[in-house]
């Protein structure tokens, strides 16, 4: 009996070991990174200033440079891929992308399923109309048409917001944000929900006849998204940030975007 339940308790020590050995070694997210030789962030191509096409189809923006930065610091070639922004998990997950970088909101329910960084910028969900309308609040908005991008936070900022919701009398959802502001533009929807940093660059740079409500929906920040347990790869590319943070290279692409430094990267 006494050899029997020496036997199991040695079982159970090397199944211990075996289970903690594992569990350490089973973040190779760094690792593999770099022995590929590759960082691939996915992004909206379409979501200026952070990620979009300039005149000459190639993709640009404020986190295309901060996420070139980092992929030379690691020492490996860089790649913006272009996704479906409503399937944007199911890249992540599917090895697609190494990380969903394009002012993308961290929300407690994207926390429980993905890894993220710190909070790199400060965003909110504000209502672009026309200027000139007659539309000055939210409560305006009542039986109006709202657009937004599908899958995006001014979907969840909208339902969140249950008194606004069930007094609009529709909601439009498009592909992205630009297409949304067009179809403001020609009277389709009467007003979009979308990001500020994202309507004020839009507003400012292409001279759209557009204004934000000072009344807004809710405020919010953008993080870095990997995979659930690629936490050694989520850290350095947060401690990189830090770094470019301390010696004002995130300072200098800020400012290049959006005339300062609006970033919230350690501080």
């Known amino acids: 009996m006494k ?42 191509d379409s979501f ?84 000139n309308s007659n539309i000055k609040n939210l409560k305006d908005l009542a039986q109006k048409t709202i657009g937004l991008q599908a899958g995006s936070s001014a979907a969840d900022a909208v339902e969140d917001s249950v008194e606004f919701r069930k007094s609009i009398k529709s909601i439009v959802e498009f592909k992205d944000n630009i297409t949304a502001l067009n179809d403001l533009e020609i009277g389709g929807v009467d007003a979009v929900v979308m990001d500020l940093v994202v309507a004020n660059y839009a507003i400012s740079t292409f001279s759209k006849p557009f204004e934000v409500l000072k009344e807004g929906l809710l405020p919010e920040e953008y993080g870095i998204a990997f995979r659930k347990g690629d936490e050694k790869l989520t850290q350095k590319v947060q401690s990189i940030l830090e770094e470019m943070a301390n010696d004002k290279t995130v300072e200098k692409i800020s400012t290049k975007w959006f005339g300062s430094d609006i970033t919230v990267i350690a501080k």
């Open 3 to 44: 050899k029997i339940v020496y036997l199991l308790c040695a079982g159970l020590v090397v199944l211990m070991i075996a289970g903690c050995s594992k569990k350490s070694a089973g973040d190779n997210s760094l690792q593999d990174l770099l022995a590929r030789g590759e960082f691939v962030l996915g992004l909206d």
């Open 48 to 131: 200026p200033p952070l990620g979009f096409r300039s005149d000459s189809n190639e993709i640009i923006g404020f986190d295309i440079d901060l996420g070139k930065e980092v992929a030379s610091r690691l020492g490996v070639k860089f790649r913006a891929q272009p996704i479906n922004w409503d399937a944007k998990e199911q890249e992540l997950a599917t090895g697609n992308i190494d990380c969903i970088w394009n002012g993308l909101t961290i929300t407690d329910a994207r926390k429980k399923a993905l890894s993220f960084t710190k909070p790199y910028l400060k965003n909110a969900q504000v209502v672009v109309v026309k200027k």
